[in-house]
Each structure stands twice: as structure tokens, then as C-alpha cells.
């Protein structure tokens, strides 16, 4: 197999759908924790309405507070050209859209419709040609809409190809209800690979039927090797009732590990970013491994 690279997307994704909102500077030291323990790829935040998602208010503050670190690729999260010229302003080099593959979920989502959401995005796409700027797509309900039910692999894949013609490096494909099995995922990944190289495709499983683990092995075996996880298993979705957290960074260095493929992770320093946050925002962690490393630490103490 090929080397992994995970995306970690706990500071944006994740925090974003969490109740409590934090300042840049304790949503800075969290990626440079992250940073410590040997992510490279990470979504610091998003340039957003603070009136629509508080939580990520700041996000230029996060950014000047971490961009001048060599060999951390920083992330964020553009809407349209105000967020994409937001971005650009603070010196942010790699941008993400968001579209869908229901156009359900795209009108509670973003208030539009699919094909509007990818006319929003061409005046981002040329600015990042512009500026040289990495570009990523991510597509949410690959699988399933929890208003239109099961997603056929095929609008996923005609939206893969939209997205790339738009100019888009990468797509992330989002189960964002979590309701999707390893045998659905093989073939949404088949059916995605035929319409553009599968070398530009990304993972992003959630778990709430517990089967994100599993859903990863299913897309390494169908030739995915880029993955995103959010640490401790921040996150999930508010325009998806019933959705659990992302799958937890621990979880997933824990897998690929196992399977022999190095990470570059130091999984016991993850283990302590995730607590740290879980701390700050007084939550329970989501990760399998977090809790059972946590718990050895207890009975060795």
C-alpha cells in the first residue's frame, strides 16, 4: 500500500459543531498540540459567518498565530469569494468548499441548491489559481441523506467530476450520517475512480453506526490513501439529526499502525491533545483507543 496522510480536521469540523466556542488562542495551542504530536495536515478554521457558526470567529487570529511553522500545511474553510479574499488576507495557502450530493441537504446546509453552490464557487477557484492557492472539495451524504435517504454512487461521481473541472486538487468524500457500510463505500469509491483519478480522493467517515474504522479499511483496499479524522472525535453534523462525531484521529492511527503503514504520529501525545480539548470543553472522549490508553495509564499509576 501506499503511505497515508491523515487530515486532521478537529479544529474546524469538529470544533465547529461544538456547543461551547473557544477562543483563537485555545483553538491555536490545540493545533499546535496536534502539530507536536506529527499532524501535518490540519483544518485550523473557517472563514464563515460568525452569525451562522460562532464557533469559528477569529479564524484569521488562529492562523497569524500558527502559519510561519515550517512543514505544517494549515487549512481552512471557504464558502465563497468573501471567505476565499478572507483567507488569502492572513496568508492561508490551502482552502476548502463544500458542496453535496442531496439537494435536500445542500438547502439546509448552505441555502442553495447544488448547481448554485458550485456558481459560489467559481469566483473561489479562480482566486486560488490566482494566488497558486491548494484547492479541496469536499461532497457531504455520499451515502446517505438523512432527509432523502440512500445517495446513489453515481450523483456522487457526477459531482466528483463537476468539482474537478471547477479546478479542485482534492475531494473528500463525507459520510456525513455515518450510515454507510464497507461494502457501500467500495462501491462509491469504484464508482467515484471511474469518473476522476482516484489518486485525488479523500476519506471523511463518521461514526455513528460504528462502522468509520471499518469504512476506512474498505476505502484502503479500494486504493484511498488520504483520510481526515478529527481528534478525540470532535465534531459531527447539525444539519444531520441523529449524527455522531467524525471518526477519532487516535481511532485511525491506531488502525493504520496496526496495518503496518507508519503515520508519523506519536499516538501517545495524540491521546493527551484529546484530553486536554475533551477537558476544555468538558466532554467525554469519542475515540476507542483514547479511553483504553487513558484507562492503562490509571491502573500502571
Given at each position: 500500500?501506499?503511505?497515508?496522510?491523515?487530515?486532521?480536521?478537529?479544529?474546524?469540523?469538529g470544533?465547529?459543531?461544538e456547543?461551547?466556542?473557544?477562543p483563537?488562542?485555545?483553538r491555536?495551542?490545540?493545533?499546535?498540540?496536534?502539530?507536536?504530536a506529527?499532524?501535518?495536515?490540519?483544518?485550523?478554521?473557517?472563514?464563515?459567518?460568525?452569525?451562522?457558526?460562532?464557533?469559528?470567529?477569529g479564524?484569521?487570529?488562529?492562523?497569524?498565530?500558527?502559519?510561519?511553522?515550517?512543514?505544517?500545511?494549515?487549512?481552512?474553510l471557504?464558502?465563497?469569494?468573501?471567505?476565499?479574499?478572507?483567507?488569502?488576507?492572513?496568508?492561508?495557502?490551502?482552502?476548502?468548499?463544500f458542496?453535496?450530493?442531496s439537494e435536500?441537504?445542500?438547502q439546509?446546509?448552505?441555502?442553495c441548491?447544488?448547481?448554485?453552490s458550485l456558481?459560489?464557487f467559481?469566483?473561489?477557484a479562480?482566486?486560488?489559481?490566482e494566488?497558486?492557492?491548494?484547492?479541496?472539495?469536499?461532497i457531504?451524504?455520499?451515502?446517505d441523506?438523512?432527509?432523502?435517504g440512500a445517495?446513489?454512487?453515481?450523483?456522487?461521481?457526477?459531482?466528483?467530476?463537476?468539482?474537478?473541472?471547477?479546478?479542485?486538487?482534492?475531494?473528500s468524500?463525507?459520510?456525513?450520517?455515518?450510515?454507510?457500510?464497507?461494502r457501500?463505500?467500495?462501491?462509491?469509491?469504484?464508482?467515484?475512480?471511474?469518473a476522476?483519478?482516484?489518486?485525488?480522493?479523500?476519506?471523511h467517515?463518521?461514526?455513528?453506526y460504528?462502522?468509520?474504522?471499518?469504512?476506512?479499511?474498505?476505502?484502503?483496499?479500494?486504493?484511498?490513501?488520504?483520510?481526515?479524522?478529527?481528534?478525540?472525535?470532535?465534531?459531527?453534523c447539525?444539519?444531520?439529526?441523529?449524527?455522531?462525531?467524525?471518526?477519532?484521529?487516535e481511532?485511525?492511527?491506531?488502525?493504520?499502525?496496526?496495518?503496518?503503514?507508519p503515520t508519523g504520529?506519536?499516538?501517545?501525545?495524540?491521546?493527551?491533545?484529546?484530553?486536554?480539548?475533551?477537558t476544555?470543553?468538558?466532554?467525554?472522549?469519542?475515540?476507542?483507543?483514547?479511553?483504553?490508553?487513558?484507562?492503562?495509564?490509571t491502573?500502571?499509576?
Amino acid at each position: 500500500m501506499h503511505p497515508v496522510r491523515i487530515v486532521e480536521v478537529g479544529p474546524r469540523d469538529g470544533l465547529q459543531n461544538e456547543a461551547r466556542i473557544l477562543p483563537p488562542a485555545t483553538r491555536a495551542q490545540l493545533v499546535q498540540m496536534l502539530a507536536q504530536a506529527g499532524l501535518r495536515h490540519i483544518e485550523a478554521g473557517a472563514f464563515v459567518s460568525p452569525r451562522w457558526v460562532p464557533q469559528m470567529r477569529g479564524s484569521d487570529e488562529v492562523l497569524w498565530l500558527l502559519l510561519e511553522q515550517p512543514g505544517l500545511h494549515l487549512s481552512a474553510l471557504v464558502p465563497n469569494e468573501q471567505g476565499m479574499r478572507s483567507a488569502l488576507a492572513c496568508g492561508c495557502r490551502e482552502v476548502a468548499v463544500f458542496a453535496a450530493a442531496s439537494e435536500t441537504f445542500s438547502q439546509r446546509n448552505t441555502n442553495c441548491s447544488i448547481d448554485e453552490s458550485l456558481v459560489r464557487f467559481e469566483p473561489v477557484a479562480a482566486l486560488a489559481r490566482e494566488h497558486g492557492v491548494s484547492l479541496r472539495g469536499y461532497i457531504s451524504c455520499v451515502v446517505d441523506c438523512p432527509y432523502e435517504g440512500a445517495i446513489a454512487p453515481g450523483r456522487v461521481a457526477d459531482l466528483c467530476l463537476k468539482l474537478q473541472q471547477l479546478g479542485c486538487d482534492e475531494i473528500s468524500l463525507g459520510d456525513t450520517t455515518g450510515a454507510g457500510t464497507p461494502r457501500q463505500i467500495r462501491q462509491l469509491v469504484d464508482a467515484c475512480a471511474a469518473a476522476v483519478p482516484l489518486a485525488m480522493l479523500a476519506g471523511h467517515f463518521h461514526d455513528t453506526y460504528g462502522m468509520a474504522v471499518a469504512n476506512v479499511l474498505a476505502a484502503l483496499e479500494a486504493g484511498i490513501t488520504v483520510f481526515d479524522a478529527s481528534v478525540s472525535g470532535l465534531g459531527g453534523c447539525p444539519y444531520s439529526p441523529g449524527a455522531s462525531g467524525n471518526l477519532a484521529t487516535e481511532d485511525l492511527v491506531y488502525l493504520l499502525e496496526g496495518l503496518g503503514l507508519p503515520t508519523g504520529i506519536d499516538l501517545d501525545s495524540l491521546v493527551d491533545a484529546g484530553a486536554w480539548i475533551d477537558t476544555v470543553l468538558e466532554r467525554q472522549t469519542a475515540s476507542r483507543v483514547a479511553r483504553a490508553r487513558l484507562a492503562a495509564r490509571t491502573v500502571r499509576v
